[in-house]
């Protein structure tokens, strides 16, 4: 089931640039989208969301952008801090019910 | 801030017992959620629990599993006979309404021997 799918497995960014996340998605019927950060043995922890009427979320340092025709959003941090390493997942719910259908995660690393 | 508990951290069980996954929700949520994450794989949604009825549940939310609000403030998750491949991390989630963002507890890992 590829569904969500976050296509780079890890990304590495010096601290004080942007870092970008990507996720594309094949689910016509998604509507809303959600980007949670995991640290190891912990849940993971909401950090943004877009619905399928906005195309840009922004909050603080992470901005959630929303391409429907491609059917593909992106995560930016700016500037990004060595607090941010951790696992990021995109989530996508939408249809008939509130189920979250997840991607694979992304490792980000932000090195001092 | 509010948060997602879940009890036990780590769970051991030999094949073929019963466990149950605690959960307490936060208190104003209305949704409820279960979630695993076999290791080296995606989360994975099993159930949706909603005024103390299943809402939605996927394929591998099969007839081993059950859930339960025994009382105001707990969300269970039992397993009724382990098998090996239902070792992961089992996490739980509540939003207050449907649409709304959920909210993840820390995980409980279930090791099954």
């Known amino acids: 089931d590829q569904q969500v799918k976050q296509n780079s497995p890890s990304l590495s960014v010096q601290e004080g640039r942007i870092s970008i996340l990507n996720c594309d998605y094949t689910n016509s019927m998604f509507d809303y989208f959600l980007w949670y950060k995991k640290y190891p043995a912990e849940g993971p922890t909401f950090l943004i969301s877009i619905s399928s009427i906005k195309d840009k979320n922004e909050d603080g340092r992470f901005t959630v952008f929303l391409n429907k025709s491609a059917k593909h959003l992106s995560l930016h941090i700016v500037p990004s801090q060595p607090g941010d390493s951790a696992v990021y997942f995109c989530a996508a719910s939408g249809g008939a019910g509130n189920m979250l259908t997840f991607g694979g995660g992304t490792r980000l690393m932000v090195k001092p | 801030e509010p948060e997602v508990t879940q009890t036990p951290s780590h769970q051991v069980t030999q094949m073929g017992q019963e466990v149950i996954l605690r959960c307490v929700p936060i208190?104003?949520?209305?949704?409820f959620y279960w979630y695993r994450q076999i290791l080296g794989q995606k989360v994975e949604f099993l159930v949706s629990?909603?005024?103390?009825?299943?809402?939605?549940k996927s394929e591998i939310f099969d007839d081993q599993f059950s859930v339960e609000r025994p009382d105001g403030s707990n969300f269970t998750l039992k397993i009724r006979s382990t098998k090996l491949e239902d070792s992961a991390m089992y996490f739980c989630?509540?939003?207050?309404?449907?649409?709304?963002?959920?909210?993840f507890g820390p995980g409980t890992r279930l090791l099954v021997l």
């Open positions: 629990f909603y005024n103390n009825e299943i809402s939605e």
């Open positions: 989630a509540s939003a207050p309404e449907l649409w709304e963002t959920q909210y």
């Open positions: 208190s104003n949520h209305l949704y």
